[in-house]
């Protein structure tokens, strides 16, 4: 199997941007996993990242990013997520416990494995976080918005 022939998502809106202008997908599917690019706390019907200047609620548009991106791959969204890395312009008490409330309304009958990273650049300008996933969806993909 090449990686040529995995199924492949962009949503639309940003998603369909990024794909058609910056050259990469939102999520692929890998047998029964889900693996998801990094998703910012961008506003997903823009055709250009837009952020809130509040952390918080570009974290919580972050997380709703991801439930999107792992629902148009066919997914069932955070229920099926065990691994979480983000990666974050600041590491501060605020922060992390934006990441913690989202862990716990996203996913409030398990804990995934998390790997939280301070960098000094992310990929578009003004965002502050971006959070990548990789889910388990052991009934496939016969549900999939493929594009």
């Excluded at 919580?60 to 955070?78: K, L, M, S």
Aim: a negative charge; aromatic letters at 8%.
């Amino acid at each position: 199997m090449s990686a040529a022939s995995l199924k492949s998502f962009a949503y639309p809106g940003l998603g369909e941007w990024a794909r058609d202008n910056l050259g990469y997908m939102q999520a692929i599917r890998v047998g029964d996993r889900i693996e998801c690019s990094g998703q910012g706390g961008w506003d997903p019907d823009s055709q250009v990242p837009k952020f809130s200047e509040n952390i918080t609620e570009e974290i919580e548009q972050a997380f709703a990013n991801v439930d999107r991106t792992i629902r148009h791959a066919g997914g069932r969204g955070w229920t099926q997520v065990y691994r979480v890395n983000s990666y974050h312009l600041e590491l501060t008490p605020e922060v992390t416990a934006a990441m913690t409330a989202g862990f716990k309304k996203w996913m409030p009958d398990h804990k995934p494995i998390w790997t939280q990273v301070g960098v000094r650049q992310l990929g578009a300008p003004g965002m502050r976080v971006e959070i990548e996933v990789v889910a388990l969806d052991s009934r496939g993909d016969e549900r999939t918005c493929a594009v």
